[in-house]
């Protein structure tokens, strides 16, 4: 989001370069934080679920779950990542990555010395929108930590159906 606010401003001032060097940032930042992110839930895939109460085969099972989710969970990132850009651009998410290279606007070649300034200005304009966007999901992990806490499994389970009986409900709008 940060990088897409500073693409707007630059592409009204008609600053191509540093539009394409923040698209170019963006994508940077994104995968790096991507590789850490994943490796250290790897790394501490087990740790996390026994700090929120999970033991035994629902351990078992969580595990095996965030393996999977975090396999395919950089590509939701970089996607999601890209969507503010590709509306600014007036362009279709199904296409996004050919679009940009079409277009040019996506071309990697940022330069090294340009980039940790680029990058600071990117997450300190785009930290809000994230922690807005997390909220959720934050609230969701402190219920299902609490709901281990006090009725174990079964409790989880059920926090677990309802969470999806909701989301279910509240997206076919009923």
């Not at 600053?15 to 923040?22: I, L, M, S």
């Not at 998410?93 to 990117?122: A, C, D, H, N, Y």
């Not at 300190?124 to 174990?152: C, D, E, H, Q």
Request: hydrophobic letters at 45%.
């Amino acid at each position: 989001m940060g990088g897409a606010i500073y693409d707007s401003i630059y592409k009204a001032e008609k600053k191509e370069q540093p539009a394409k060097n923040d698209i170019d940032g963006s994508l940077c930042v994104l995968m790096l934080l991507c590789e850490i992110v994943t490796i250290l839930t790897f790394l501490l895939n087990g740790t996390l679920l026994r700090l929120l109460g999970a033991d035994g085969e629902l351990l078992a099972l969580g595990e095996a779950y965030i393996t999977v989710i975090t396999l395919g969970a950089s590509t939701q990132v970089i996607g999601t990542g890209f969507v503010p850009f590709v509306r600014n651009h007036g362009g279709s998410m199904l296409i996004v990555l050919v679009w940009l290279l079409r277009k040019k606007q996506f071309t990697l070649s940022i330069p090294f010395s340009k980039f940790g300034e680029i990058s600071v200005s990117i997450l300190k304009i785009g930290i809000a929108p994230f922690g807005l966007t997390m909220s959720p999901n934050i609230s969701l992990i402190i219920i299902n930590r609490f709901s281990v806490s006090y009725g174990g499994e079964p409790a989880a389970s059920s926090a677990a159906k309802y969470g999806l009986r909701s989301a279910r409900l509240y997206y076919s709008g009923g």
